[in-house]
């Protein structure tokens, strides 16, 4: 009788294991979801000021048809791109077409004096710095997610209802991990 009390008792400690594990995963790979669409809301708030620089930027330099017509097809390409991986090489691509057109704009110093160039720029960085919070928190819950899949013995529950890894939010090019040099 003691022995069946004993297996039925570890029997339910299993299953409520299983099911605290299962919801726990489930909660983990919804965050994960939920970051990739905040990365999704900030990109779309930068992409959207982009026509407006790129505007402003036209009116004293229309002669560089070359720089805009790069930072439009590199937007193109970020608000097309599907994944961390094709995702961040898009943004690196309209990062570098930015770099671009914001040398142009060194250019010319009654368009830097302008207020609205101002304020778009200003936007532009609060845009950027929104963007990377919200790639550390997607990397934080996706490592999260991942840790809970990959460990013994929640990888049991994670293989027995198909969860997956998620993919890091990473950069492109491995040159750019790499500390610039300054030399004087």
């Given at each position: 009788m003691r022995a069946g009390i004993a297996l039925g008792?570890?029997?339910?400690i299993i299953l409520l294991w299983g099911v605290f594990s299962y919801n726990r995963l489930v909660r983990l790979r919804?965050?994960?979801?939920?970051s990739w669409r905040d990365i999704d809301t900030q990109l779309k708030r930068r992409w959207d000021l982009i026509p407006n620089l790129?505007?402003?930027v036209?009116?004293?330099?229309?002669?560089e048809k070359g720089v805009f017509e790069r930072v439009t097809?590199?937007?193109?390409?970020?608000?097309?791109?599907k994944g961390p991986r094709e995702q961040a090489e898009a943004e690196e691509g309209l990062k570098n077409a930015l770099f671009s057109l914001f040398a142009v704009?060194?250019?010319?110093?009654?368009?830097?004096?302008n207020e609205n160039f101002l304020e778009l720029q200003r936007t532009l960085e609060e845009a950027e710095d929104?963007?990377?919070?919200s790639r550390r928190y997607y990397n934080a819950v996706v490592r999260?997610?991942?840790t809970n899949i990959l460990t013994f013995p929640r990888s049991i529950i994670a293989a027995i209802f198909h969860f997956k890894e998620r993919e890091f939010y990473m950069l492109p090019d491995e040159e750019e991990r790499q500390a610039p040099q300054v030399r004087f």
């Open positions: 008792a570890l029997v339910v919804v965050r994960a979801e939920e790129v505007e402003a036209k009116g004293y330099a229309a002669h097809e590199a937007r193109a390409r970020a608000l097309d791109a704009a060194e250019n010319y110093p009654q368009l830097r004096a929104a963007i990377q919070r999260e997610l991942n």
